[in-house]
Nanobody, 121 residues
Framework: QVQLVESGGGLVQAGGSLRLSCVASGSIVSINAMGWYRQAPGKQRELVAQITRDASTNYADSVKGRFTISRDNAKNTVNLQMNSLTPEDTAVYYC???????????????WGQGTLVTVSS
């Protein structure tokens, strides 16, 4: 069974930085895309950043130039470096993986449990 486990959330002051990490555990052959979504209170979940297996990236306009997504295919990990954080970045951040191949299973999409990021003003 494949699971996504996140770490790195917490409380930071505006202007500060945080790094989120996510590891896909289990027997995995390949993962197409990995990324991060976030959901703020009262708002819909939105894409923050995504990176494909060949390192193509996609960012939400609101985080371009401040956040950087990276990935280690060999370790099945994805990281999100978040700089110049603002209170508007406060949300639960979810790791996401799409099209995961395992020896006996194929998953269309998996989600982590979420990690809270709080940015104080």
């Amino acid at each position: 069974q494949v699971q996504l486990v996140e770490s790195g959330g917490g409380l930071v002051q505006a202007g500060g930085s945080l790094r989120l990490s996510c590891v896909a555990s289990g027997s995995i052959v390949s993962i197409n895309a990995m990324g991060w979504y976030r959901q703020a209170p009262g708002k819909q979940r939105e894409l923050v950043a995504q990176i494909t297996r060949d390192a193509s990236t996609n960012y939400a306009d609101s985080v371009k130039g401040r956040f950087t997504i990276s990935r280690d295919n060999a370790k099945n990990t994805v990281n999100l470096q978040m700089n110049s954080l603002t209170p508007e970045d406060t949300a639960v951040y979810y790791c996401n993986a799409k099209e995961i191949s395992a020896p006996t299973y194929w998953y269309l999409e998996l989600w982590g449990q979420g990690t809270l990021v709080t940015v104080s003003s």
